[in-house]
């Protein structure tokens, strides 16, 4: 008789996998991967040494693919929050930005911003802007070039 059958094995990794999806830490799917594994060495080759070997290598694999996914996933600059996620996207001056006050507010996706003029020059009133980077709470823009405004349908034309 085995110590843990094969169906204790695949339960175990489905408990696990479930675990896995409510709280996306890796830690439980690479075990339930493992249990799962070795419920399918345990049905096929019955005794504890085969399923348990089977379980250490599935669970050390799978724990080596998440950590090659989180290495690739953590080197993509895809993900822009705050701010950030600003810079390179247009907008509308609505009211003057003067660099002699300090002056000047932005629309940017709907949202309004302080603004700062980049070149130093003031930026009139329904200019449309282009975002380079972010100073504090003050975006920096700059004049947008005809071919940097980018319309389409889930954005409002600028």
Partial sequence: MDLIPAWLWFLAGLVLL???????????????FGALVASLVDFFIPGEMGSFVAFVLATGFAAYMAWKFDIYSSSQETLKTGADRL???TGLVED??????GEGIVVVNGEKW?????TGEPIMEEETILVKSVEG?????DVAEADNVVEGPDREEV
Avoid: C, H, Q, Y
């Avoid at 479930?18 to 339930?32: I, Q, Y």
């Avoid at 003057?96 to 006050?101: R, W």
């Avoid at 709470?137 to 823009?141: D, G, R, Y």
């Fill in 18 to 32: 479930v675990v896995e999806m409510n709280t996306a830490t890796f830690f439980f799917g690479t075990v339930g």
């Fill in 87 to 89: 810079i390179g996207e």
């Fill in 96 to 101: 003057k930005i003067d660099p002699a006050t």
């Fill in 114 to 118: 302080r603004a700062e003029s980049k």
């Fill in 137 to 141: 709470t003050s975006l920096v823009v």
